[in-house]
Every structure is written in structure tokens, then in C-alpha cells.
């Protein structure tokens, strides 16, 4: 991944006939999927479905589970992920992610930013990349007077915002998050919302999320996942398109239901 | 009681509080079991509190020539605990080398790169080796370790008994306990810390060692704290293998007597009680006691201030 | 904030992976070093059970044949008559008062001829590794250097060493003894502290509330486990073997054995390794009792049983195999205990069976520890044998845990 900053083409992520595996269970079945450059595209769905196991395969987080496999490609600017020469680390360096808890280091603020950074190589001023990137995660004016606080003590909404900037540090192009608002109350779901829609000018965003009202005002793209009704319980993708149109006027049925059921 | 056809339904049933005898009975056994610790404890620090001050109330014993003299010579009055407490420190120090680095590159290994099927493997392997009884170890050092250092620095340089023999062999010892607590400390790291860091592209070292260690630093210094408190107690192996006869010697491969040591040897024999060697060994006990006591206090404060931060 | 500035990185991946790749090689190294540990451990061990023996007789056990009858066929009544020709008759006077002949078994007396008239000596010892690797060599050095003695592949370890009792000569000597005091001096220990850990184990977790001296006792307990074990030597001195003299040397109970006038008996040991396992006990029987759920507890007080009751009937049972097992780890570990006993004065040489807690004991520990202090080669055999017996006995122990902990773990 010599060349990791092209801005060319449409799609940053094309995932193509996807399927996730734990030993032999196949989680996602069969996904196609494109990710349009600094949109939001979020991923919908019931329970246990396969959202989290299909983002995590977008940066081959999975991995870190023993027993995981995949099949299909994800190409990332063109490039395959999966391909045998790819290095996951170089992967997640690219590709960031936030996670459905927050997880701040047991750090103090500066650390938890800096350290990604750090291990990448980076030599710049380090004080101008904490301070650009909790501006960007909008925590700054929060904690810069505070920065050699731990991490832990800030409140949940807080950390969450730091886990942000803490991705954002090592300058990713595409930053995944898992439910990043799950855990959070209403106003500290709100700030995320609004923190998404001004990171995609920069970023691209893929969300997963079970709250449908979030997805609908948060994404510009929306995928609708379920599991397939066979025997083996398989998550699969079954509707992808513009938010809007998934919202208003769903092709599958079962988006319909969904959508409704939950929204109305 | 009433019987079921008249007394159930038709009176009030009785609710007042009853004194029940065998409750209070049973009560009062159990709470004396728990309390029989505390006798113990009173009682190790009264006997040898008691024998201690008898030591020292004996015309030929100073307290400081006791805590700086560096002979101890019982035959010609003279009772300096240093040589025992440099003793003592050499085989710790020695051991703490060989345990700490290993036990930390086991625990790693087997908390975040081992696979589950070499993990099962080698756990079982490891509680083996706790389990072995510290004689073992001792005739281990005597008949395998010393041989060896004696082969490879040369039979006039490593006597044979010396104190790197036992120091190596308690290593061994200690490995086993400073490995699994270490890798309770690094397991008990929340697992959401580590996919962060992966999150951010870290490699698997960078990891473990920045990430997941100094979370873990406390759960792991009370490991090492255990460990040191557990080698300056043992007893088996530097009575066997490190030798007899106090010797204020900084050279590793010469004999010493560490203070546990001494206790053995001195109590080997048929000691008689009231004679000042009888008493000697209640104050090195003390002495003894009041260490390890100190560290495993320390490492339990140290655990309980390492739960706060995750629980 | 719409134009986002340029943070240079370096591109270290390489090295990055490379000292990812050296640390995960020191840290494996550090694992085959400990495998190593114990892999030279339990050699050691093995090395010096079994290898070649030269031993020379004093009388040939062959030329000790009655009517052709050769030693291992001949009925008593031939061994006892070989046995008189060949000692004197105040040295089988003697034998005869300190146990009739006619109450010995034939084996008894085997073993007395062996003892007393062919009297085997061992001139020269091979460890494994040297007998399997070059035993040309070592027949030859035999031939030479020993021409009258014989040569045998000899087990340290087998059914005579079990069997036999204390001897100054290595040859005939046998963990008998220090096996049967192990079992005599654990028996009191497991009589002593299972039902007192136990009890206090169930006051902590069911019955102490949250105040201070409950607190104090828990605090106390976890320090008590790392009192190195020597001080309980001390302890057990002072107080078992000394102030309470009286009872542990049986006298007050008019126990009154002149080889045992003193408090250095079982019941002094069996007592002090119950001080020293005590807090372990508690401590695994406080977790077990912890992994009842409460909801248990909950239907029983619903039905109104009083607390022993519900302690009794249900907490109890279920906490049984996990108390189990626990407290057999902990008298595992009071069976290769050494140091406490030799502080407290265990015999360092008796050649008959303890048969009270009134006895004085020797254990295996305490033999292996004699034997491997000796300077003379044999010994170090003998003492790799009686360990094999101790290893032997804690690994049978530590497998029934594992069967307890196996056939009764149940899910909540």
C-alpha cells in the first residue's frame, strides 16, 4: 500500500461478494457494497444480523477473533484488503475505527492522542496534531486545560469524542464506527451527529447503527442487512441505496417492515 | 406448633422473634474458626516477639552491633545479622533476575500471542511446576545447577555450595508464581483497550507492550512483590544448596547462609531451649516475618488500587 | 476547519515489523527456557533413579543355597536356619526377643538375611544417561577397577524401596517409614484445618457482616498465606512442640512412650502444617462458597429456613466439589512441606512404623532432604527415588482434584 492517498474514483471501499466466516459458520453472506468518498453510508438492520462482523471485516478487525475468515474482496482505492501481500496493521492505519463503548487508553488525554501518531512515525510538532485533532473530534474546548488528565475521567460522551479524535489523529481516510452513540444519552448522541456531518468533508464515514431515526438524519447512504431466512441464520445485505429513498420508498419488503416498524 | 387442621388457618400465627439456641451456637463456632487466624498471627508475633527480647536481653547481644556487625559467630559472642541478610539478598536478587524477564516474556506470550491450544498446553505445565515441593528444587541446585556452574566457570572458582546455585534454582521457583499472576494482571486488561490500539493500525507488539503492559503495571508489580517476598522466604533450597556457616561474601559463587538457612541448620540439630542460639533464631524470624509481611501488604494495597481503575 | 492540513508521517512499518517479529522470538525464547526448566528438573530426577550399579556382597548370596535350594525359593523355616548359621547366636537372641521368629513372615525374614549376612554394598554408581549412553565403558572401568563386585541395571525405586524401612546402608534403605509418617502427620493436618477453614470460610462469606474486625480477620487471612513458611516452623516450636508439651507428647493423656517424652511428635507436625494451610483453605473454600448463586440462598430463605439451614442444605452442598478441591491443593502443599518440620524437630533417623499421633515422625520431605544432604553418591539416588514417591503421591492427589473439579463442575 505504497500509495495510500489517491482521491481518484468514486468509491474509497468496493466490497465485492463478500462473506465472513467464524470456523464454520458464515456470518455475512455474500455482501456487495460500494462506499462513496466523504459521504456517511450506514448500515442498518435487527440484532445479530452481521452489521458489526461485516464493518469489522472493512478494516480486517476480525481478524483479532481466532477462526475468522473471509471470502470475496474489499478493495480499498482499487487495492484489495484481503490480498495475501496487504498488512492488516498498515489496513487499520488507514481505515480507522470507533468503537460501540468508548474505550479511551488508561492515558492521559495528550497520550491517548498521540500515540497512534507515534507509533506511526510521525516527527511533526505533536502539540499542533493533538490540538487539530480534538478540535476536529470538537472536544477541544473542553479539555485543553486538562490534557494530562486520564482519559477515563472524562464523561461518556466525552471519551467517545476522544476515541474520535483519537482515530482521526493518525489521519486515516475512512473511519468506521461501530454504534458509536449506543452507550451515550440523547445530547451526547446529538454532538456525535453533528460531529459526523463535519468530519465528512474530510473523511469518508461508515456507520453501523440500530437506531433508525440516527441513520436516517445522520447518512447520506443507507445498507439494510437481515439475516436470510435459510438454515444457517446467515446475515446478508439486502437493499443498498440513497438514505432518503430507503426511508421514504423501500424496494424490499423487508426494508419496509423495518423501517416502518421501528419508525412510525 | 399448632397442627395443620387447627392451628394454620383458624389462629394467628405466632411471629415473634424466637431465640434459636443451635443458630446462635453454630454462629458463634464458625466465627471463632474465622477468628483463629487472628490467634495466629498474635501468636507468631507474641513467640517470637517474646524469644526475640530474650535475644536481646542477653548481656552478649547489642541491638546495633545485632543490625551493622557483619560476623555472626555465635562461639565468640559475636551476633551480626548482616551476613544472614546479604546472604539472603544475593539468592532474592538472583532469583528476581532470572524470574522477573522470564515470567513477564512468558506471561506475554501466553496472554497475547499464544493460541488457545498451546495455551492449554502450557498452563498445565506451568501449575506443575508451582506444585513441585521446594526440596525438590534444592536437590535440583545441588545436583544439577551447581555441576553446571562448576563446568562452565571452572571447579576452583564456583565452590560447592554457593549462593548463585540456589539464586538460579529459586528463579525457577518463583517463575511459575510471577508468570500466572502476571498473566491474570495482563488478562483482566479490557479487551475494547486492545482493539482500540489495533483500531489505530498498531502492530501486535506495540500492543502488548504499550498498550496492554503499563495498563497492567500495578497487577504486575504486585506479582514481582509476591515473588520477592516468596524468595526471601524459602528455605529449601538455599538450606541445601547454598551452604553453611554465615559468610559476609559478596562473591556469588562462594557459600553463604541466608537467614532462613541459619533457622534450619540451627534448628536441625537437638536445639535446647533457653540457650541463646534457641533464642537467635526467633529473632531472625521476626526480622524475617516483618519483611515479608511489608511486601505482601504492599502488593495487596498495590492489587486493590489496580480493581479501582477497572471495576 | 473545510481544508484539513498535511501531517507528514514516516513510513516505518518495516522496522516496526521487524522488532515485532524480535520480541516475539524473545518472549517464545523465554517460554522454551521455562519448558527447558522443568524438562531438566524432572531428567535430573530420572537420571539418578535407574542406571548401572556395581555392588559387591560380603557373602554370596548363592553360596547361601540349602540342600541346592537356592535363597529366593527356600521356605522360612530354611531362612530362619540359614540366618542362625550365619550370625551369632546372641545377635539371633536378639532378633528372637525383639520379635519372635515364629510372629516375622517369610519376607521379613528374606530381608533379615540380606541385611544381616549378605550385607550388598555398592563400590560404584551410573546415572541413566551414562548407562544407556556407554555401558561397554562402564563394564570395562567394573572389570577393573571392581573385579570381585557385581554389575546390575538397578531401579532406586521399586517395591522394596516402598517397603523397606530407614537403613544407614543405602542399599537396603526404604521410604517406608517417611512414606507412613507423611500419611500420619496429613491425616491430623486434613482432621485439623478442613473442618476450622471450612467454618471460617462459610462465617466470611455467610454470617460476617461489614465491620471492622471482619474486615481485620479477611485482611489477616490473605497476610497469613504469605508468611513464608519457616516462621510456622518457629510457631509450631513454641507453641506445640514447647508450651503444650503436655499434650502434644501424649503424656497427658497418660500416653507414656520414654522415645517420645518430648513435644517433637506427629501431632505437633499434623498441627503445624494445619496453621500453615489454613489460610489457603479458607481462602479456595471462600471462592467456592462465593460461586453458589444467590439466588439459591433467596428460595431457601423464601421458604423460611433460617440461615444454618439454608448454609446446610444448599449452600453447601453445591460449594462441596470446589471446597474439594481446594483444600486438596492446599494439603498437597503441606505434603512437601520440609522447612516447618525440620524447625520444629522431625527425627532424623527412626526405623519403626509410627503408630500414634504420639510417635516421632520422620516424612518424606524431611528423608529427602537427609539423603540429598548427605555427601556420598547413593544417597543422592535414594533421595531421587523418594522423590519420584513424593511427585508419585502429589500428582495421584492432584488428579483426583482434577476428577472432583471435572465430574461435579456445574454451570450457573
Same mark, same amino acid.
Given at each position: 500500500m505504497a500509495q495510500p492517498v489517491s482521491s481518484n474514483g468514486k468509491y474509497v471501499l468496493e466490497v465485492k461478494n463478500l462473506s465472513v466466516f467464524y470456523g464454520d459458520f458464515e456470518a455475512v453472506t455474500n455482501v456487495n457494497l460500494n462506499i462513496e468518498r466523504n459521504k456517511i453510508t450506514a448500515i442498518i438492520g435487527p440484532s445479530g444480523c452481521g452489521k458489526s462482523t461485516l464493518l469489522r471485516a472493512l478494516n480486517r478487525m476480525n481478524e483479532l477473533v481466532p477462526g475468522t475468515g473471509v471470502s470475496g474482496e474489499v478493495?480499498?482505492?482499487?487495492?484489495?484488503?484481503?490480498?495475501?501481500?496487504?498488512?492488516?496493521?498498515?489496513?487499520?492505519?488507514?481505515?480507522?475505527?470507533?468503537?460501540?463503548?468508548?474505550?479511551?487508553?488508561?492515558?492521559?488525554?495528550?497520550?491517548?492522542?498521540?500515540?497512534?501518531?507515534?507509533?506511526?512515525?510521525?516527527?511533526?510538532?505533536?502539540? +499542533?496534531?493533538?490540538?487539530?485533532?480534538?478540535?476536529?473530534?470538537?472536544?477541544?474546548?473542553?479539555?485543553?486545560?486538562?490534557?494530562?488528565?486520564?482519559?477515563?475521567?472524562?464523561?461518556?460522551?466525552?471519551?467517545?469524542?476522544?476515541?474520535?479524535?483519537?482515530?482521526?489523529?493518525?489521519?486515516?481516510?475512512?473511519?468506521?464506527?461501530?454504534?458509536?452513540?449506543?452507550?451515550?444519552?440523547?445530547?451526547?448522541?446529538?454532538?456525535?451527529?453533528?460531529?459526523?456531518?463535519?468530519?465528512?468533508?474530510?473523511?469518508?464515514?461508515?456507520?453501523?447503527?440500530?437506531?433508525?431515526?440516527?441513520?436516517?438524519?445522520?447518512?447520506?447512504?443507507?445498507?439494510?442487512?437481515?439475516?436470510?431466512?435459510?438454515?444457517?441464520?446467515?446475515?446478508?445485505?439486502?437493499?443498498?441505496?440513497?438514505?432518503?429513498?430507503?426511508?421514504?420508498?423501500?424496494?424490499?419488503?423487508?426494508?419496509?417492515?423495518?423501517?416502518?416498524?421501528?419508525?412510525? | 406448633m399448632a397442627t395443620l387442621n387447627n392451628g394454620y388457618r383458624a389462629s394467628k400465627p405466632d411471629l415473634r422473634r424466637r431465640p434459636r439456641l443451635s443458630e446462635t451456637i453454630i454462629q458463634s463456632l464458625l466465627f471463632l474458626a474465622g477468628f483463629l487466624s487472628i490467634f495466629t498471627t498474635i501468636g507468631i508475633v507474641y513467640e517470637l516477639g517474646k524469644e526475640a527480647l530474650l535475644f536481646f536481653q542477653t548481656p552478649e547481644v547489642n541491638l546495633l552491633a545485632f543490625l551493622t556487625s557483619t560476623q555472626w559467630q555465635p562461639h565468640i559472642n559475636k551476633f551480626g545479622i548482616l551476613p544472614l541478610?546479604?546472604?539472603?539478598?544475593?539468592?532474592?536478587?538472583?532469583?528476581?533476575?532470572?524470574?522477573?524477564?522470564?515470567?513477564?516474556?512468558?506471561?506475554?506470550?501466553?496472554?497475547?500471542?499464544?493460541?488457545?491450544?498451546?495455551?492449554?498446553?502450557?498452563?498445565?505445565?506451568? +501449575?506443575?511446576?508451582?506444585?513441585?515441593?521446594?526440596?525438590?528444587?534444592?536437590?535440583?541446585?545441588?545436583?544439577?545447577?551447581?555441576?553446571?556452574?562448576?563446568?562452565?566457570?571452572?571447579?576452583?572458582?564456583?565452590?560447592i555450595y554457593n549462593t548463585a546455585s540456589a539464586g538460579l534454582v529459586m528463579g525457577i521457583l518463583i517463575l511459575p508464581l510471577i508468570t500466572s499472576m502476571t498473566e491474570d494482571a495482563l488478562n483482566a486488561v479490557p479487551h475494547s483497550l486492545r482493539a482500540a490500539a489495533y483500531g489505530l493500525g498498531a502492530t501486535k507488539l506495540e500492543v502488548a507492550v504499550k498498550i496492554v503492559l503499563p495498563a497492567a503495571i500495578s497487577?504486575?508489580?504486585?506479582?514481582?512483590?509476591?515473588?520477592?517476598?516468596?524468595?526471601?522466604?524459602?528455605?529449601?533450597?538455599?538450606?541445601?544448596?547454598?551452604?553453611?556457616?554465615?559468610?559476609?561474601?559478596?562473591?556469588?559463587?562462594?557459600?553463604?547462609?541466608?537467614?532462613?538457612?541459619?533457622?534450619?541448620r540451627i534448628s536441625g540439630g537437638d536445639l535446647s531451649y533457653d540457650s541463646i542460639d534457641y533464642n537467635s533464631i526467633f529473632a531472625i524470624g521476626l526480622l524475617l516475618f516483618f519483611i515479608t509481611l511489608t511486601l505482601n501488604i504492599l502488593s495487596q494495597q498495590i492489587v486493590r488500587r489496580f480493581r479501582e481503575v477497572y471495576e | 476547519m473545510n481544508r484539513k492540513p498535511v501531517f507528514q508521517f514516516k513510513d516505518n512499518l518495516a522496522s516496526r515489523n521487524r522488532s515485532g517479529l524480535t520480541w516475539r522470538l524473545v518472549f517464545q525464547a523465554s517460554t522454551i527456557v521455562g519448558i527447558l526448566a522443568l524438562t531438566a528438573l524432572l531428567f535430573n530426577i530420572l537420571n539418578q533413579t535407574f542406571g548401572y550399579t556395581a555392588y559387591e556382597a560380603r557373602v554370596d548370596p548363592d553360596s547361601l543355597a540349602l540342600n541346592g535350594v537356592s535363597l529366593e525359593e527356600q521356605t522360612k523355616a530354611q531362612l530362619i536356619q540359614v540366618l542362625q548359621t550365619r550370625i551369632s547366636s546372641g545377635a539371633f537372641n536378639k532378633l528372637e526377643k525383639d520379635k519372635p521368629f515364629a510372629e516375622r513372615s517369610r519376607q521379613e525374614v528374606y530381608d533379615l538375611i540380606y541385611d544381616r549376612v549378605v550385607k550388598y554394598k555398592a563400590v560404584a554408581i551410573w546415572p541413566l544417561w551414562d548407562s544407556l549412553m556407554r555401558p561397554a565403558e562402564i563394564k570395562q572401568t567394573v572389570a577393573q577397577d571392581f573385579p570381585t563386585a557385581k554389575l546390575g541395571f538397578v531401579s532406586w525405586i521399586s517395591a522394596d524401596f516402598l517397603r523397606r524401612q530407614q537403613s544407614s546402608d543405602p542399599v537396603l534403605a526404604g521410604v517406608r517409614t517417611a512414606l507412613l509418617g507423611?500419611?500420619?502427620?496429613?491425616?491430623?493436618?486434613?482432621?485439623?484445618?478442613?473442618?476450622?477453614?471450612?467454618?471460617?470460610?462459610?462465617?466470611?462469606?455467610?454470617?460476617?457482616?461489614?465491620?471492622?474486625?471482619?474486615?481485620?480477620?479477611?485482611?489477616?487471612?490473605?497476610?497469613?498465606?504469605?508468611?513464608?513458611?519457616?516462621?510456622?516452623?518457629?510457631?509450631?516450636?513454641?507453641?506445640?512442640?514447647?508450651?503444650?508439651?503436655?499434650?502434644?507428647?501424649g503424656a497427658l493423656f497418660g500416653f507414656v512412650d520414654p522415645t517420645t517424652a518430648n513435644g517433637r511428635t506427629i501431632l505437633s507436625a499434623g498441627l503445624t502444617l494445619a496453621l500453615l494451610v489454613l489460610p489457603l483453605i479458607i481462602i479456595n473454600a471462600q471462592e467456592a462458597i462465593r460461586a453458589v448463586p444467590v439466588s439459591l440462598r433467596?428460595?431457601?430463605?423464601?421458604?423460611?429456613?433460617?440461615?444454618?439451614?439454608?448454609?446446610?442444605?444448599?449452600?453447601?452442598?453445591?460449594?462441596?466439589?470446589?471446597?474439594?478441591?481446594?483444600?486438596?491443593?492446599?494439603?498437597?502443599?503441606?505434603?512437601?512441606?520440609?522447612?516447618?518440620?525440620?524447625?520444629?524437630?522431625?527425627?532424623?533417623?527412626?526405623?519403626?512404623?509410627?503408630?500414634?499421633?504420639?510417635?516421632?515422625?520422620?516424612?518424606?520431605?524431611?528423608?529427602?532432604?537427609?539423603?540429598?544432604?548427605?555427601?556420598?553418591?547413593?544417597?543422592?539416588?535414594?533421595?531421587?527415588?523418594?522423590?519420584?514417591?513424593?511427585?508419585?503421591?502429589?500428582?495421584?492427589?492432584?488428579?483426583?482434584a482434577v476428577l472432583l473439579r471435572n465430574r461435579f463442575s456445574r454451570r450457573w
Open positions: 478493495l480499498f482505492n482499487g487495492q484489495n484488503l484481503y490480498a495475501s501481500h496487504v498488512d492488516p496493521v498498515e489496513v487499520r492505519y488507514r481505515i480507522g475505527m470507533v468503537f460501540q463503548k468508548p474505550n479511551p487508553f488508561p492515558k492521559s488525554i495528550y497520550e491517548n492522542i498521540a500515540w497512534g501518531a507515534r507509533i506511526h512515525g510521525y516527527k511533526g510538532n505533536m502539540d +499542533e496534531l493533538v490540538e487539530f485533532s480534538l478540535r476536529q473530534a470538537a472536544l477541544w474546548e473542553e479539555v485543553k486545560d486538562k490534557l494530562d488528565q486520564s482519559g477515563l475521567a472524562l464523561s461518556g460522551g466525552q471519551q467517545q469524542r476522544l476515541c474520535i479524535a483519537r482515530a482521526l489523529a493518525v489521519q486515516p481516510q475512512v473511519i468506521l464506527m461501530d454504534e458509536p452513540a449506543s452507550s451515550l444519552d440523547p445530547l451526547a448522541t446529538l454532538k456525535i451527529e453533528e460531529l459526523m456531518h463535519e468530519l465528512k468533508k474530510n473523511y469518508t464515514i461508515v456507520i453501523v447503527t440500530h437506531n433508525m431515526q440516527q441513520a436516517a438524519r445522520a447518512s447520506d447512504y443507507t445498507a439494510m442487512m437481515m439475516l436470510n431466512g435459510g438454515e444457517t441464520r446467515s446475515g446478508t445485505m439486502i437493499e443498498f441505496n440513497q438514505t432518503s429513498i430507503i426511508f421514504t420508498r423501500p424496494k424490499d419488503k423487508r426494508t419496509e417492515g423495518y423501517v416502518t416498524g421501528r419508525f412510525g | 541478610v546479604n546472604a539472603t539478598l544475593m539468592t532474592t536478587a538472583m532469583a528476581m533476575l532470572i524470574a522477573i524477564p522470564l515470567g513477564l516474556g512468558v506471561a506475554i506470550y501466553l496472554s497475547e500471542y499464544a493460541s488457545t491450544r498451546v495455551r492449554n498446553l502450557l498452563k498445565p505445565i506451568l +501449575e506443575v511446576l508451582a506444585g513441585i515441593p521446594t526440596i525438590v528444587y534444592g536437590y535440583f541446585a545441588l545436583t544439577f545447577m551447581t555441576p553446571l556452574l562448576r563446568s562452565i566457570f571452572g571447579r576452583d572458582v564456583v565452590e497487577g504486575i508489580a504486585a506479582a514481582v512483590i509476591v515473588g520477592l517476598s516468596r524468595a526471601i522466604g524459602e528455605t529449601m533450597i538455599v538450606a541445601v544448596a547454598a551452604g553453611a556457616g554465615p559468610n559476609f561474601t559478596l562473591n556469588p559463587f562462594k557459600g553463604a547462609e541466608t537467614m532462613t538457612g541459619h533457622i534450619v | 507423611s500419611l500420619w502427620t496429613i491425616a491430623i493436618t486434613i482432621l485439623a484445618a478442613f473442618p476450622l477453614g471450612v467454618g471460617a470460610a462459610i462465617y466470611l462469606e455467610e454470617y460476617a457482616s461489614d465491620n471492622w474486625l471482619n474486615r481485620l480477620i479477611r485482611t489477616n487471612i490473605n497476610n497469613l498465606a504469605g508468611v513464608p513458611s519457616i516462621i510456622y516452623g518457629i510457631l509450631g516450636l513454641a507453641i506445640f512442640v514447647r508450651t503444650l508439651e503436655k499434650v502434644t507428647s433467596r428460595a431457601s430463605y423464601g421458604l423460611g429456613a433460617t440461615k444454618w439451614q439454608t448454609v446446610w442444605a444448599h449452600v453447601l452442598p453445591n460449594a462441596l466439589p470446589g471446597i474439594l478441591t481446594g483444600a486438596i491443593l492446599a494439603i498437597s502443599r503441606a505434603i512437601g512441606e520440609t522447612a516447618p518440620l525440620v524447625v520444629i524437630g522431625a527425627s532424623t533417623y527412626i526405623t519403626f512404623d509410627p503408630n500414634s499421633p504420639f510417635s516421632k515422625f520422620t516424612t518424606l520431605p524431611i528423608q529427602i532432604y537427609q539423603w540429598t544432604s548427605r555427601p556420598q553418591d547413593e544417597f543422592r539416588f535414594l533421595a531421587a527415588a523418594a522423590i519420584l514417591v513424593l511427585l508419585a503421591l502429589l500428582l495421584s492427589l492432584n488428579a483426583v
